[in-house]
């Protein structure tokens, strides 16, 4: 979201600033304290989620009673058990009944478990690295922008919490840029088939065995799509099911997992990929309208590939399992359909456009996420006391503080989206979460920018490369998107997991965390 304590992130997580003559930005726009005002039926939601699994949580348990008594059996207990049975037809029909339809209904109810085998993160060539200083410079010599631009720029790049590493596209660097729909393509092919064949390296999974393909990326959606760019290539199978996502922000990486799961409910022992990036080339803004200058120095080139499955063999070899996926729209509302919004300025000039309403709809946005996150995935403690206050609050109407659940108890690791260094901050203030908790997201940001919907994938694996990862963990990804959406998925460790060969933190993860400055 906000890029300092000034702005926003850009195209789908920052607020936007106001056109102030002499480049003086803005005060923050905070996040509002959105833990504080808590709408009961976004709990009663999250509810409906965990009660729609009651067949499963009171199956099991019953299950578990019998097979604990069965064990309990001597031989004298089976013999009379027998007796019991073979004088009784009319009681051996109703068990061996009741047996098999709960059994059956169990089986055709309960949802195929999605494994995570492996996961890999594009990191491009060092002839793309875009220091602050060059790209002030390139950006003054281009001559689409004033000195008010200028200097606007330079304050949002100082607190944005970006490094000297992170990467522009090969069209930017050239002066005048070349922002061409050929240089588009070969920025989507640099970045999709440089994190693909690292996968299937990775994996040794063949192409043709792919039955599913999720492709995701916001701004750039030619056609042929970015989904058959890669069937070509890798020569994918004539039934696979493709899809290409467009147009949905940041939090499209989720939407894309939450779509190859449904898939893979339904195509039995296969594998899904789904692919998350944006395309820069096309999009850079080249006016000088402030709110829609900060994507320009907050996104930066970036792209990740995940291989997900449903063959129950493929548990042994997985990285993680998916709980839960949590998905908010408030696009309803028409500021928040408008709160980033894809226009031309004055001069025709086509660009993102952040409305300064953005941080508080943000804040909305994830208040009703966690809200019905919670729930599911809160101990029973935390849900009492949380829900507890809520009803006293709602029935007496008394000015009682609402509980604020410990979200640290149900997750281990969390990867908020990368959007900027203000959003960071306050997830971190209002979620009551520790420096380490937030240690991923502030580094992919400085190290790589504002990958958009891929980020939450670099900063897994800077866990990953950590060696932070154990086996149980849960994992918590959350991004905001255009829309204006938040989405939430949850992952658990299924051993203590190593960073795969080739991952985008290889080099570098042993100067990390380093301080950035405010």
């Known amino acids: 979201m906000a890029a300092a304590t000034t702005t926003a992130t850009g195209a789908d997580t920052a607020a936007g600033t106001g056109e102030t003559v002499g480049v003086q930005i803005q005060q923050s726009r905070r996040l509002p304290d959105f833990l504080q005002s808590v709408n009961l039926k976004y709990v009663k939601l999250g509810y409906h989620y965990l009660i729609s699994n009651l067949l499963t949580l009171c199956l099991i348990p019953v299950m578990a009673v019998i097979l604990i008594e069965a064990s309990q059996m001597n031989p004298d207990d089976i013999r009379q058990l027998w007796l019991h049975l073979k004088y009784n037809l009319v009681s051996v029909i109703i068990c061996s009944a009741v047996l098999v339809f709960g059994s059956t209904v169990y089986i055709m109810t309960r949802p195929r478990p999605v494994y995570l085998i492996d996961y890999t993160c594009y990191k491009p060539p060092e002839e793309l690295k875009a220091p602050y200083e060059r790209f002030m410079r390139h950006s003054r010599l281009t001559g689409d922008f004033d000195e008010s631009s200028l200097e606007f720029q330079r304050k949002i790049l100082e607190r944005s919490g970006l490094g000297d590493e992170t990467y522009v596209p090969e069209a930017m660097h050239h002066l005048p840029p070349q922002p061409s729909m050929q240089a588009a393509r070969e920025e989507a092919e640099q970045v999709m088939f440089g994190a693909l064949d690292k996968l299937f390296a990775n994996t040794s999974v063949k192409p043709k065995k792919i039955g599913v393909l999720v492709v995701n990326c916001s701004l750039f959606n030619p056609t042929p799509s970015l989904s058959a760019m890669i069937v070509n290539k890798y020569k994918l199978r004539g039934n696979i099911r493709s899809f290409n996502l467009g147009g949905m922000g940041c939090s499209a990486g989720v939407i894309a997992v939450d779509l190859a799961k449904d898939m893979l409910q339904v195509h039995r022992n296969t594998y899904a990929v789904v692919v998350s990036t944006e395309n820069i080339t096309q999009n850079w803004y080249f006016g000088n309208k402030k709110s829609m200058l900060i994507p320009n120095c907050l996104f930066r080139v970036g792209g990740a590939a995940v291989l997900l499955s449903n063959k129950s063999v493929d548990r042994r070899r997985a990285k993680y399992k ?118 991923a997201s502030r580094m992919t940001l400085h190290r790589f920018g504002n990958t958009s919907s891929s980020s939450i994938w670099y900063e897994l694996a800077y866990t990953e490369a950590k060696g932070r990862m154990r086996k149980g963990n849960k994992v918590w990804q959350i991004a905001f998107g255009s829309g204006f959406k938040c989405n939430s998925a949850v992952w658990q460790a299924l051993r203590n997991v190593k960073p795969s060969p080739n991952g985008p933190w290889e080099d570098c993860i042993d100067r990390y965390p380093v301080k950035v400055v405010s």
């Not at 028409?334 to 300025?345: H, I, M």
């Not at 829900?387 to 640290?408: S, W």
Request: hydrophobic fraction near 45%; charge should be neutral; include cysteine.
């Open 322 to 439: 998916l709980v839960h996926v949590v998905r908010t729209h408030r696009g309803a509302d028409d500021k928040a359909f408008r709160c980033v919004y894809q226009e031309q300025d004055d001069a025709g000039k086509t660009g993102v456009s952040l409305s300064k309403d953005l941080m508080a709809i943000a804040g909305g946005a994830l208040k009703t996420n966690i809200t019905t996150l919670g729930p599911l995935v809160l101990p029973i403690s935390e849900q009492l006391l949380f829900f507890a206050t809520l009803i006293i609050k709602k029935i007496f109407n008394k000015n009682v503080k609402p509980y604020i659940p410990d979200f640290k108890l149900a997750f281990d690791h969390f990867c908020i989206h990368a959007g900027g260094r203000a959003v960071i901050d306050e997830l971190e203030k209002n979620l009551q979460l520790t420096q380490v908790h937030v240690e």
